[in-house]
């Protein structure tokens, strides 16, 4: 086939690669951000009670939603205070006479949608820190979860909404080109036919030469689409701009197997598309 | 081998290709079909390959009906029809020896009996030495003896010839004239539509002369044109 072919395979399955991979890595981004969502519960009392502690853990082990939990003791809420204020903690810290910090659990729940179910169970609990005028004793950012949950949504459906149309683009475009240089050919299978060939005995090698250049156009686009991921991930990971950091996370999250596993995906997407476009494509010519 | 039974061929905006022609071609015949352009000779050989379906009468090839004949079987149809054209119809980016090769792959022979046969018809058409030229490569009437070849290669029982002198100079005409004539006596039916009335003439054999798509003269050792 052409090199006209191999050409339009190569540029649309790295576009259509491209947006695979932003969609991946909004994807790692925003289930990285919303695994961070957690209930924080503060045990009653200052050193809190034994009995307050064991009832509640056995409470939030019971809860099927729960998807994991860790017990802050006093002095652990104590010592994580200290490194988030630094080198100047000491100087704060020194006027206290006995560690007013609450011990807490902290709960991850399965799917952040349900934070709001388990954050009610506590709601009432006499075992936990609830005492008028002071904290709130059960702990979660409401309405930032909902805003977090209403933007991840929209974005997986946007990206839905991209990759289809950007697949669809693939579609026509190689299928456009395979035609085009079928149509070339179309003397050739009209002599074919008139040796006596079945249509089966002509099909097949013009479907193995659309299936080759599926194969080393959308290969080249694989391999475009992995270094260029690469190049762009190394490129933020080393930056110092600080707007970038929010999206470093989920960078490091998935530099590690998924890369690979888009290269036979994008191509055996373009092998299949471009025998698929040569059948299709043979169709108007085998009409005997 | 071919009958005709009023048979007629209307195309688009009723342009007859062909008017109620009735006509017997038996088994080893060799036939002229000739006639101006337009008249209908290549309209009767595609309607013998049913390239074309008749829209009136009926058409027997070996015996077999076309009407009925199912389109999957249309394949083995023209296996057991040789072809050669005016513009020789060969695979552009295939060798003379491949060009010739295909008629037998299609019909499935075993890869020695190729290596044997494509070179033995090559031979008897006199063109061993071009065997890996491609078509464009070599003259005009080295192309129609290729395609000569891959047409007899199947000893196929019938074979047409669509102007087969259409495009090369007198002299090769008289090769592959020669050529069709040895192809004849090995028992194959031959058909060739032709405009060569020096060849018709000088050969003597039955003419079928058509004007309009209207059959106007069918005669046992004619000439091109009546005498009378």
Do not use: A, I, K, Q
């Given at each position: 086939m052409t090199i006209a072919a191999v050409l339009t395979v190569l540029v649309t399955m790295a576009i259509l690669g491209v947006v695979l991979v932003t969609d991946k890595n909004l994807k790692e981004g925003t289930t990285s951000l919303t695994n961070r969502v957690e209930v924080e519960v503060f045990v009653k009392g200052a050193p809190p009670q034994q009995s307050s502690i064991d009832a509640l853990r056995a409470k939030i082990a019971a809860i099927p939603e729960v998807k994991s939990f860790t017990y802050v003791s006093q002095s652990q809420a104590l010592a994580d205070l200290k490194t988030m204020l630094g080198k100047n903690a000491d100087q704060i810290l020194q006027n206290l006479q006995s560690n007013p910090l609450p011990a807490s659990y902290k709960i991850f729940v399965k799917n952040p949608n349900q934070v709001d179910q388990v954050a009610a169970h506590f709601f009432n609990d006499p075992n936990v820190d609830n005492d008028p005028g002071t904290t709130d004793g059960v702990s979660y950012a409401k309405q930032t979860v909902r805003n977090l949950l209403g933007t991840v949504n929209l974005i997986e459906k946007a990206m839905w909404v991209v990759t289809v149309l950007f697949a669809l683009a693939a579609v026509l475009l190689t299928s456009t080109t395979v035609r085009l240089s079928i149509f070339a050919r179309r003397r050739e299978v009209e002599i074919m036919q008139l040796v006596g060939a079945t249509n089966w005995f002509i099909r097949w090698p013009f479907i193995l030469e659309g299936f080759i250049t599926g194969l080393v156009g959308s290969f080249v686009a694989a391999l475009a689409v992995w270094g260029a991921n690469v190049l762009v991930f190394n490129w933020i990971h080393g930056s110092k701009l600080d707007f970038l950091r929010p999206i470093k996370y989920p960078l490091i999250a998935q530099s590690g197997s998924w890369p690979l596993g888009l290269i036979p995906t994008l191509v055996l997407a373009g092998a299949v598309l471009g025998a698929l476009g040569s059948a299709l494509a043979l169709r108007r010519y085998l009409r005997v | 081998m071919i009958v005709f039974e009023n048979v007629s061929k209307m195309y688009d905006q009723?342009?007859?290709?062909?008017?109620?022609a009735s006509f017997h071609i038996e088994k080893g015949e060799f036939v002229f079909l000739v006639g101006p352009s337009g008249s209908g000779k290549s309209t009767l050989i595609k309607l013998v390959l049913k390239q074309l379906e008749p829209t009136d009468g009926r058409i027997l090839v070996a015996g077999r009906n076309l009407q009925t004949l199912r389109r999957s079987k249309v394949p083995l149809l023209r296996r057991n029809i040789g072809c050669v054209f005016q513009d020789f119809k060969l695979l552009p980016n295939k060798t003379v020896y491949e060009n010739v090769a295909y008629a037998l792959e299609v019909v499935g022979e075993h890869r020695r009996s190729i290596r044997r046969k494509v070179p033995e018809i090559l031979n008897l058409v006199g063109l061993s030495d071009k065997t890996n030229s491609l078509p464009h490569e070599v003259s005009g009437g080295e192309q129609q003896r290729v395609s000569v070849a891959r047409a007899f290669v199947n000893h196929p029982p019938l074979l047409l010839a669509d102007e087969p002198t259409g495009n090369i100079d007198p002299e090769t005409s008289i090769g592959i004239m020669q050529l069709l004539l040895r192809i004849n006596r090995t028992g194959t039916t031959v058909v060739i539509a032709t405009h060569d009335r020096e060849m018709v003439d000088r050969m003597r054999r039955r003419v079928i002369a058509l004007d309009g798509g209207r059959l106007v003269r069918d005669e046992r050792r004619g000439v091109y044109d009546s005498e009378t």
């Open positions: - | 009723n342009v007859p290709g062909m008017m109620d």
